[in-house]
């Protein structure tokens, strides 16, 4: 069982929509959270990070962490052409290993 | 631009030859990690460098493989006789410090092609 596991999609709305994108894990230690955009051919861009359990918004992103359920979600509102990329989650401990467990990666494409 | 700085963007090498990867981290920042994204795969950890100190190697490969950060000049992940499976992109990214390693900032990247 991989420790990040997330839909690879492809995920296309048109624009406007609401996007929800989800990763769930497998390591109770997990305790930072983050979402990363990568457009093709381009290195991974931080977008939020939150840590241990709750929400955090940042302009139309909303990141959401449930520790109980090993579920976290970002939802993009009023979605953009401009959003069409990929996006990974990451996680890790908080303390000990300083590296990151990224998910797969989900392909969101928004339609105009 | 302060980004992390990685070259040469694109690199093709023959089965048996060397690879240098290079990255320059965001300006203040003095924490390295690589990673390396095989398609259709996730991102993978592979060694975490402070300024002359590995910190963290637990994901490279034993063989062929190794990491610097001396003291002067950028981080080198070096790939010593290159195979197929090599070929991949390889990510390196920057943290301030040890106490904002969730906080990691990415190069470009350097895809390998391995011939």
């Known amino acids: 069982q991989k420790e990040v596991e997330q839909d690879p999609g492809p995920l296309s709305v048109p624009e406007g929509a609401i996007v929800s994108l989800n990763c769930t894990y497998s390591?109770?230690?997990?305790?930072?959270f983050m979402w990363y955009r990568q457009y093709s051919r381009k290195g991974p861009e931080l977008l939020m990070y939150?840590?241990?359990?709750g929400n955090k918004e940042d302009g139309r992103f909303t990141a959401q962490v449930d520790k109980s359920s090993k579920y976290i979600s970002l939802f993009i509102r009023d979605s953009q052409p401009s959003d069409s990329a990929t996006y990974l989650c990451?996680?890790?401990?908080?303390?000990?290993?300083?590296?990151?467990?990224f998910g797969t990666g989900t392909r969101l494409t928004v339609i105009p | 631009n302060a980004g992390v700085m990685q070259n040469p963007r694109h690199l093709v090498r023959r089965r048996g030859q060397e690879a240098r990867l290079r990255c320059s981290p965001m300006?203040?920042?003095?924490?390295v990690y690589w990673y390396r994204q095989l398609p259709e795969e996730g991102l993978k950890f592979m060694v975490y460098?402070?300024?002359?100190?590995?910190?963290?190697e637990s994901g490279m490969p034993k063989e062929r493989f190794s990491a610097e950060f001396p003291k002067e000049g950028p981080s080198i992940l070096r790939i010593q006789q290159v195979v197929r499976g090599d070929s991949a992109a390889y990510f390196c990214?920057?943290?301030?410090?040890?106490?904002?390693?969730?906080?990691?900032?990415f190069g470009p990247g350097t895809r390998l092609t391995v011939t």
């Open positions: 939150t840590y241990s359990s």
């Open positions: 990214a920057s943290s301030a410090d040890s106490g904002r390693f969730y906080e990691q900032y």
């Open positions: 390591n109770s230690a997990f305790q930072y």
């Open positions: 460098l402070q300024k002359e100190n590995i910190i963290d």
């Open positions: 300006k203040g920042h003095s924490h």
């Open positions: 990451a996680m890790t401990t908080q303390t000990g290993a300083n590296n990151l467990f």
